[in-house]
């Protein structure tokens, strides 16, 4: 009896001894808590968080990866890669991250001013639906009719809706604008460069002119005093800090390589975005910076500019060409080229499946879309006058093999 009830308080004891244990390697080894907005990626484990667009994140690989730089190549006007920019921010602001807008051009808080408002995902639907029924019924009943063409079909179709499962981004309303409340609830910071240089405020001198090492030491002063390095742990939890450059390379920052093809400051872009990286590259933070590449006279600094960006996409609006009122591209305001993808942990470059992109500004939704040029205009165009559109219409460099002949157009 003894000798059983030693080894029952023995089983007990080791029971004892065994359950906490296991408790607590469960409490300690538990999943660490996820960073809000982001997601690991599936391809190369790193952590990326949404452009604020999904049909973007689509493309890009499933969103930008945490620590690098995504380059926006301006259209003429700068008007859709605006938009873009404000996509960026307008998903900072809205999954709490920390944001950094600067400009020399605007000031950053109208830029938030202008923000989209979000949109919930019922909504986004009923969007879509309204978007779809005031379309041309006409143009709708025919393509439904007819058998379209073997290259479209074997294609992958873009995002349509959002889809609950892998839910990763928000949309938004371009025609309603965000609410002061959400902006307010989250943390940012400004740099308007006319301020910067007004105020007087002496800065440690640089290898590049006086507009980007102004803003270069506060992008520093942000990242090391909030702990986005790692240097000293965040206040409360992990988070991302966004940072929007608008227009960088432009007159307004004191550079002149948009005035000149030989410029007195050649090199001081290029050694902005090298520092820049090395910041993103140690601290939770991810880059978006419109450039008017269209403006740079020396065509050098431009590829030198793409080679220190990680992400560049280059849109091209139809505002003003002959592409504007050519009714092969009735339906699209422009094309989207994705230039470049990062290199992250993979020994090979990344390239986009997809070549024949354009972008359209719908009444609330700003949407990507494959290129798909109509098989015919219409029953009073003869074939000759088609022959010519398709001529007068041949698109730049990754969409010249859909409109290289007759045969690609009456089918």
Same mark, same amino acid.
């Given at each position: 009896m003894a000798a059983g009830a030693a080894g029952r308080e023995g089983g007990g004891g080791m029971a004892a001894l065994v359950a906490p244990g296991f408790h607590r390697k469960a409490h300690t080894g538990g999943r660490l808590a996820a960073i809000a907005g982001t997601r690991p990626s599936v391809r190369n484990g790193q952590l990326l968080v949404s452009s604020g667009l999904p049909a973007m994140d689509q493309l890009l690989g499933g969103g930008l990866a945490v620590g690098t730089l995504l380059l926006?190549?301006? =259209?003429?006007?700068?008007?859709y890669s605006h938009l873009l920019f404000k996509y960026f921010l307008a998903e900072g602001?809205?999954?709490?991250?920390?944001?950094?807008?600067?400009?020399?051009e605007e000031d950053p808080e109208h830029i938030l001013e202008e923000l989209p408002d979000p949109l919930l995902e019922n909504s986004y639907k009923k969007e879509v639906d309204e978007e779809a029924a005031s379309g041309n019924e006409s143009l709708k009943e025919s393509v439904d009719s007819m058998k379209i063409a073997w290259r479209y079909q074997n294609l992958p179709?873009?995002?349509?809706?959002?889809? +609950?499962?892998? !839910?990763?981004?928000?949309?938004? =309303? @371009?025609?309603?604008?965000? +609410?002061?409340e959400i902006i307010q609830s989250i943390k940012w910071h400004r740099f308007f460069l006319p301020e910067e240089i007004a105020s007087h405020s002496t800065v440690e001198p640089g290898f590049m002119i006086d507009g980007y090492n102004r803003l270069l030491q506060y992008i520093q002063k942000v990242i090391y005093e909030e702990g986005f390095d790692g240097s000293c742990p965040q206040k409360k939890k992990k988070n991302i800090l966004r940072l929007g450059i608008q227009s960088l390379g432009s007159p307004l920052w004191g550079d002149d390589i948009c005035c000149s093809d030989s410029p007195e400051h050649t090199h001081s872009l290029t050694k902005f975005l090298y520092a820049l990286r090395g910041l993103l590259r140690m601290s939770l933070s991810t880059c978006i910076i419109t450039v008017p590449a269209?403006?740079?006279?020396?065509?050098?600094?431009?590829? !030198?500019?793409?080679?220190?960006?990680?992400? @560049?996409?280059?849109?091209?609006?139809?505002?003003g060409s002959e592409r504007e009122t050519n009714p092969l591209y009735k339906d699209y305001h422009g094309l989207i080229h994705i230039h470049q993808i990062p290199r992250l942990n993979s020994l090979i470059c990344d390239v986009s499946g997809t070549k024949d992109l354009a972008f359209k500004l719908k009444r609330k939704l700003f949407t990507i879309e494959r290129l798909h040029l109509p098989p015919d205009l219409s029953?009073? @165009?003869s074939r000759s006058s088609k022959r010519d559109l398709a001529e007068s219409a041949k698109p730049s460099s990754g969409c010249g093999a859909m409109t290289t002949g007759k045969k690609h157009l009456d089918f």
């Open positions: 926006i190549e301006e =259209d003429k006007y700068h008007i602001i809205v999954c709490g991250h920390t944001v950094l807008v600067a400009s020399a179709k873009m995002e349509a809706s959002p889809a +609950s499962s892998s !839910r990763f981004g928000h949309y938004y =309303d @371009v025609s309603k604008r965000m +609410s002061q269209h403006l740079i006279q020396n065509k050098a600094i431009t590829a !030198r500019v793409i080679n220190l960006s990680d992400t @560049v996409v280059g849109l091209e609006s139809f505002i029953d009073t @165009v």
